[in-house]
């Protein structure tokens, strides 16, 4: 007999509330000790009553010690001493809450014990927290902690520090302690953001300087980096003239002067600093990116900014993003609250989070990690809010007014 409509009609639920209330139970469970089937050890006395299921659904590590044939399969207590009690606890508390308090005091701890247990999504947090409080005094520190624990995006933004601003690196106490292999490294890289061979001689004396005993061979191997003409038979008869102890910053200064000629020379692997010029006005807005190659000394195109009709924006930059905020639509000349965001790398626009007070003819720059918009117009008038934008919160926050000056 066929079945009527009635019979034939089906409701497909799906509570939305259910994952929640899910991970609520579990988180219920573990502070009740309810139905644990393991238990972590990171020191004496300091145990974690946890379910293998819910550590193996956060961690590859727990999930391959679990479902595979390791000896710890069939225990019910694993030992983790290379850990302390404060971050285990805080990556046990992440399994059943999905959140996790992340300092400047305990991220590289914890991205150290993510990395290591396979917390995949924790540690690309703790990455990104380090990418937005990176700056001249850590960076070199932080490329090599990026190579170590294979952090991509920290590697190449602490990279793009150091070899922009190496000017200014080179003078940070940090420099002193880096290795020879990250010195060769830096030097050697194509887009070394340096013109001249004679700004190169100062960090290498005075690293060389720093530990004279233990240095002074690798000065061949450092300025076989520059790609200059140099004399290694000059240089290896003049250190053969001289005890360690009497080189000092000057005189390692001086002979490597020596080495490289009396007059300063443009290094033969040039800048390969890129200039953006974002949008503009001609008779009507821009909305045209045009971007200067410094090594080619060509101008390119990029892709045009969505927004057809602004003018009087800001833009400052951040990492490898561009970052356009306010304006004024021409035909009516209201106050805009939109950011458009630039990724260079990838020639892409995406439109950011709309800032908390529309203005035009405002300030924007960059400061510790975040964006500043500071004054401007709006209604004909000066503005005095300012505010920040964080990349890692994806959030604006006001700060005080600027003082208006009547």
């Not at 293998?52 to 010690?65: E, G, R």
């Not at 700056?135 to 933004?157: I, P, T």
């Amino acid at each position: 007999m066929a079945l009527t409509e009635q019979e034939k009609y089906t409701y497909r639920y799906k509570d939305l509330s259910h994952p929640i209330e899910f991970l609520d139970a579990f988180r219920t469970f573990y502070l009740e000790g309810l139905f644990t089937d393991i238990t972590l050890q990171c020191s004496p006395g300091v145990l974690f009553h946890c379910h293998k299921a819910v550590l193996a659904a956060c961690s590859n590590y727990f999930k391959a010690m679990f479902t595979s044939d390791m000896k710890e399969k069939s225990k019910d207590q694993i030992h983790l001493s290379l850990f302390s009690p404060t971050i285990l606890e805080s990556l046990v508390l992440y399994t059943y809450t999905s959140e996790i308090q992340i300092t400047k005091q305990n991220v590289q701890s914890l991205l150290q014990a993510a990395d290591h247990l396979q917390f995949t999504s924790v540690k690309k947090a703790c990455e990104q927290f380090l990418i937005r409080h990176l700056d001249l005094d850590n960076c070199l520190g932080m490329h090599s902690f990026a190579e170590f624990h294979v952090c991509s995006e920290l590697e190449k933004e602490s990279r793009r520090i150091i070899l922009s601003r190496f000017e200014e690196v080179w003078r940070r106490e940090e420099f002193l302690e880096i290795s020879n292999k990250k010195l060769q490294f830096i030097l050697s890289r194509k887009n070394f953001d340096i013109w001249k061979e004679e700004a190169m001689i100062e960090p290498i004396a005075k690293w060389i300087a720093y530990e004279v005993d233990s240095r002074i061979e690798y000065i061949y191997d450092l300025l076989r980096c520059l790609e200059t003409d140099l004399d290694e038979m000059y240089l290896k008869s003049a250190l053969s003239l001289y005890k360690k102890c009497q080189l000092k910053e000057h005189k390692i200064r001086s002979l490597i002067r020596s080495v490289l000629g009396p007059k300063p020379r443009a290094v033969t692997k040039r800048s390969t600093t890129i200039m953006y010029v974002i949008g503009g006005y001609y008779w009507h807005p821009l909305s045209e990116v045009h971007i200067w190659d410094s090594v080619k000394n060509v101008w390119v195109q990029g892709t045009d900014m969505p927004e057809h009709t602004r003018e009087s924006y800001a833009v400052t930059s951040l990492g490898p993003n561009i970052y356009v905020t306010g304006g004024y639509r021409t035909d009516n000349i209201e106050a805009l609250d939109l950011m458009w965001i630039y990724n260079f790398e990838t020639d892409e626009w995406t439109e950011g989070l709309p800032m908390l007070n529309a203005k035009y003819y405002h300030c924007a720059v960059t400061l510790n990690g975040c964006i500043y918009t500071l004054g401007g117009y709006r209604k004909g008038a000066p503005a005095e809010e300012a505010e920040f934008y964080d990349p890692l919160r994806k959030k604006w926050f006001p700060i005080a007014n600027m003082i208006k000056v009547y």
